[in-house]
């Protein structure tokens, strides 16, 4: 059994920072990309950014320039610090990530849940 579980989220008033946790566990062969997306009320899950086992990164263009994305392979964590937080960024933020354990599934986090004060 797989688990993705995140941390990190909370109240943070506007232009402040987060930093975002994930760590999975379980029976873990490999893990490949791994990735944060976010869900505001009302609105699609969207990505928010991506990085692969070496180390490649992508970022959603509206977020590009506040947020950086990284990961520990050998502690299975991807992290995601967010800075210059706006009210629009409150959402869900949920953990992804492509895990080898017989075969390769796709695993989803539970959420974390960010709230920005104006």
């Known amino acids: 059994q797989v688990q993705l579980v995140e941390s990190g989220g909370g109240l943070v008033q506007a232009g402040g920072s987060l930093r975002l946790s994930c760590a999975a566990s379980?029976?873990?062969?490999?893990?490949?990309?791994m990735g944060w997306y976010r869900q505001a009320p009302g609105k699609q899950r969207e990505l928010v950014a991506a990085?692969?086992?070496?180390?490649?990164?992508k970022y959603a263009d509206a977020l590009k320039g506040r947020i950086t994305i990284s990961r520990d392979n050998a502690k299975n964590t991807v992290y995601l610090q967010l800075n210059s937080l706006k009210p629009d960024d409150a959402a869900i933020y949920y953990c992804?990530?492509?895990?080898?354990?017989?075969?390769?599934?796709?695993?989803w986090g539970q959420g974390t849940q960010v709230t920005v004060s104006s």
């Open positions: 992804n990530a492509a895990i080898r354990v017989s075969s390769t599934y796709e695993y």
């Open positions: 379980g029976s873990i062969f490999s893990i490949y990309a």
């Open positions: 990085i692969t086992r070496s180390g490649r990164t």
